[in-house]
Structure formats: structure tokens, C-alpha cells
């Protein structure tokens, strides 16, 4: 894994601020982030809580793929993968995406590159909870 990346699952609360401190650098006069947050209604229910599932080890090697893609891919010097596992509350952030360049626009794309392939890939599953129940949604998050 490249030094210019940081990929991580956790089950403790993600930092924005450590996502951010990783890609900030002087050579880089531009930072995207992506921050995903558990939102209090989907499909016009109401729902209480986010519950994620990972098969771990996959899905930290799917995610290296993806930064090293990113990397390769986009005028990026440094890029940030962390998602979170477990019960997620409202206004929790289940994943987090940073990208530093040069110029914006390719910190932009890295990070919509990086949600997008992540959404599609990486072996992460979500159970949304409502107040009348629960439902596995999909296979990623």
C-alpha cells in the first residue's frame, strides 16, 4: 500500500479531522471530502438507526485497489478511505473520502471515484432500521 494512502475500517467513530490532516500538504492546493452521514428518513420512512457489516479483510483489500486506482487515475498526491462497522445513529458518518492535489478538480474526481467503486465493490453491507422494523439493503452500503 502506498504511503500516499489511508484505508480503514473501524468500529469506533471516524475523524474527519484525521482524514483531513492525512491528505493536507503544501504541494496541494486543493482538498475534497466526501463525508456520508446516516439520515433520518429514506424511501419516505423513518429510520432510527444504521447498522453496517463488513467482510473485513476483502474489503480492505478492495479498498487499497480503489486508492491506488485513485492515485494512478487522478493528479492526486494523497487520498483517504475510512469507513466505519456497526450501529450507526443519526448524523453518524459511516464513510469518509479525502483527496489532496495540486488543482481542485482532480481531488473532485478522486473522490467520487472512490465513493462510486466503493458503493459497487467493497463487501459492505447496511441494515436499516426503522421504527416498524428492518432491511438489509443491497450488498454495499
Known sequence: MSLNASVKISSEKLDLQVCYDFVHDASCGGIALFVGTVRNKTQKKEVTLLDFSAYKEMAIQEMKKIATNALEQFDILKIAIHHAEGALNIGEIPVIIAA?????????????????????????????????GEIWVNSTP
Open 100 to 132: 489532496s492535489s495540486p488543482h481542485r478538480k482532480a481531488a473532485f474526481e478522486a473522490c467520487q471515484y472512490a465513493i462510486e467503486t466503493l458503493k459497487e465493490r467493497v463487501p459492505i453491507w447496511k441494515k436499516e432500521h426503522f421504527i416498524d
